[in-house]
Structures are given as structure tokens and as C-alpha cells.
């Protein structure tokens, strides 16, 4: 069967499809994606070969776009030379794209074929005296397995489900005292260990072909900067030292605190100068953080930033954002911090990261914003979702000051600051929006309205017994 044949049946192909092929020559010996060209070395070699792909999305010039399905991947035999260990295609770019040519392999240790496959096999002409040798191809550069920390926090849990909704492999870092809930079910790999321990995560990234840095500590206030230094930024550095090492296309996931905040008449975008909000410790580690990705990046790192904005949504054990609902639920806020926020649902944010990670641009930022609100329509529309009583008003400078005042005594006389703090009602007083154009032309990134997000994060809490 020639090339134009194997490519016409391809066209056709809808479910399981087996053919024979005899012979293939020119193997890719070496292929390299560079901008406008692909570098391809040649070498012969004749084999016969019978295919098995489970699914074609679409034939672009001579490369197939194969979508892989998890425990249906694409296999194939050689029928010849069943001891030799040899893979049908070789990578292209970014292992989406799978050249139509015979390339070295490595054997695998997954299923066998199931009898539809060998009924399929024995239609193609396949005799008993060649059993073969079954091999898993793994697509692109390396298997393209994604690497998720941070996978038990709402955006890393997100991202995770909707992975795994897509049909992608997934591996995950957990810490051995992570909540096991979040992974409960989810067919994961498991990687033990923790961001800032630079052995796991090269543990952790061997062999994958993308990394989604999610991992992050979490906490508006004064005290903690050595604690968050540790997490941000050093994980950050060994989690972009890991991916560098294994050529792993890589996302960090930021925060819009990273950047200068704007008004609602005049949105911040990515290029807003950060160091204008409340230097407390996360705002300046999540920055810190950023350096070292585009630091990185300078030294050939193949990797996107994605700031997302104030996210609402399910899966959010922890709680983290959304103890903002929670409260609101269980005390009635009678009066509102004065400032504002850009509300958007965690699942909209996982969707642009994944569609960053496929195909944003490297060393560029993309802001994942949503709906500007203050803080009093916030809190407003919480309520109502909860089946609350709103706010009556918005709390005056000075008595809010006071009451981040007082929390700050507090917190002092406890050892342990607390969420009511100076540095947390500065914040809530100041204006954090943002435009993501950039994210909505080059990632088709268009939130749903928030209070959606707001809805199903309520109808997840209602569920999981948390309200």
C-alpha cells in the first residue's frame, strides 16, 4: 500500500482501523521543529508494518493530527521483524503532528491488543508464524504526558478534571500530606514530593512533555515572606529547571497581583508595571516568581505566564476563594470593602491555561480576567446565590483601616495572622481590574458571566457539606 492510499484510508477512518504496509522507506531519523521549517534526517530501511489507530482528527500536508485517547492509544506491529523494537512515527512539532515515516521506538509495558485489533490484524493478512511485537507509541518529543502541581488546589484541580475530560495522560506532584480527596477517582499518576524539594520535582517531570506550575502559598498579609519566598519563587525555579532539562513545554500560573492594578475606566493589562499594589509578601513573590519563568525563558525555556484574576468555581477544597462565598453564606456582611475585583469562573481559567499550553506564545503574559464587580456588588450577588441578605453599605476608609488594624493586633497577641489583617484591607480597597484582550484574540479565552461561577461553586459546597 503506498503513501497516497495509507493517507485516503486514514481520511476515512472514524473508528479502530488496521492495514498492512509494505514497504516503508525513508525513516526519520531525527526531526526538529524550527520557526517555518522542519529539519528532517533521512535514513532507508524497508519493514513491514501493520497499523493500528484508534482515532485520526485530520491529515494537514504529509502529517497526521492524531488525537490521543486515554488506554486508546495507537499501535502498531512488525510483521517481519517482530524482535525489532520500532515505532511507525517519528515527532514533529510539539508532538501533535506525526510524520508518516518509520522512526526508532521504545517497547511498551501497557495492554496487549484487544481481539478486535488481532481480528483485525488477521483480516490484514497477518500469519500465525509472526506474532510480533506490540508497541505503544508515545506522541511527540517525549510521551506527551502533562505534569500538574499544585493539583489539589482549585485552579491544579480544574485543570486536572478537564485534562482528563480531554483524553490527555496526566501526572501530578502531591505532597505526602495533601488532602487525598482532590485525586480520589481521578486516573492519575502520582508523583510524591514537593515543589521545593528540587529531587522531586526532576522526579516528577522525567519524561513529560508539558508542565502546568500551578503550585502556589496563598496568603494576603504581612508575615510570611520566607515561607512564600521558599514556595513561589524557589519552586518556581525548580519547577522551570525540571521542565529546561526535559525540554517540557511549561505554564506558570501567576496571579494578576503580579501586575500593576487598574480601574474599571482604565483596565491594567500585561504590561502594567507591578510594584504599584500593596508590597505585601505574595503580591512580591508571585512577581519574584515571574522573573524567574522569563529568566528562564532567556535561556531557552520553552514557557507561557497566564495571570488569572479573582476565581470562583467547584473543586475547591481547600476553600480558598471561595471562602469569600462561604462567609458571606454564614455572616451577613453588613458593610463591603470599598474597592473591586474581576470575577471569573475557575473553569473558563483552566480551559486558557490548557489553550495557552497548546498554543500561546513563549515568554508572553495573558491575562485570564472576567466580570469587573466591587466588592458591594460582590458581595450583593454572593448573597443572593446563597439565599442571603446582601450588604447594606460600603464601609468607610477609616473603619475599615481599624477593623485591618485591630486584626493585626490580634494576630499578634495569637502568634498566627489571620485573613483579617492591614495588609488584606488595603487590598480590598483598592480597584483590581484588568483587560484580557490579548487572552480573548490569541487564546478564544470569553468567560461565562460570574455568577454562573458563583452557582455552581454554592451547588459543589451545598454538595460536599461545606455550607
Known sequence: MGYTRIVDRLKEAKETTVFLVLPIVGVVKDCRDAPGRLSVTQREKRLNLCIVIERVLLIVDQFLLIHPQRRRPIWIILVEHPRKREELFSSASRGDR???????????KGS???????????????????????????????????????ATGLVGNNVVRLLLEQGRAVRVLARESSDPRPLE????????????????????????????HAAAMVHVGWTGLDQQRAVNVEGTRNVCAAADEFGARMVHVSSVDALGPGTIEN??????????????????????????????????????????????????????????????A????????????????????AAGIITALDRGQTGRRYILGGEPLSYFEAFTMLADVAGRKGP??????????????????????????????????????????????????ELDYHPRPVREAAEAAWEWFLEHRYA
Not at 125 to 149: A, C, F, N, Q, Y
Open 330 to 349: 454564614k455572616h451577613r456582611p453588613w458593610i463591603a470593602p470599598a474597592g473591586g475585583n474581576d470575577f471569573c469562573d475557575v473553569r473558563d481559567v
Open 98 to 108: 506525526l510524520n508518516l515515516n518509520v522512526g526508532h521506538g521504545r517497547e511498551s
Open 267 to 328: 483596565p491594567g493589562d500585561e504590561d502594567s508595571p507591578s510594584g504599584s499594589g500593596v508590597p505585601c509578601p505574595y503580591v512580591i513573590t508571585k512577581g519574584e516568581a515571574e522573573q524567574v519563568v522569563l529568566q528562564h525563558v532567556g535561556q531557552g525555556l520553552d514557557a507561557v505566564i497566564v495571570n488569572p484574576a479573582f476565581m470562583l468555581g467547584p473543586w475547591d477544597w481547600k476553600p480558598s476563594s471561595g471562602r469569600m462565598l462561604l462567609a458571606v
Open 185 to 212: 477517582g481521578l486516573d492519575v499518576e502520582t508523583v510524591r514530593g514537593d515543589v521545593c524539594d528540587v529531587e522531586s520535582v526532576i522526579r516528577a517531570a522525567d519524561g513529560v512533555g508539558r508542565v502546568i
Open 392 to 441: 447594606v453599605r460600603v464601609g468607610r476608609r477609616p473603619l475599615m483601616k481599624l477593623s485591618g488594624v485591630a486584626g493585626d493586633l490580634w494576630g499578634k497577641i495569637t502568634g498566627h495572622e489571620g485573613d483579617l489583617n492591614s495588609a488584606a484591607i488595603e487590598i480590598a480597597m483598592m480597584p483590581h481590574h484588568y483587560s484580557y484582550a490579548r487572552a480573548a484574540a
Open 112 to 150: 496487549s491488543p484487544t481481539s478486535k485489533e488481532r481480528d483485525g490484524l488477521s483480516a490484514a493478512g497477518e500469519s500465525d508464524s509472526h506474532s510480533g511485537v506490540w508497541l505503544e507509541i508515545p506522541l511527540g518529543r517525549r510521551p506527551m504526558i502533562t505534569l500538574v502541581t499544585g
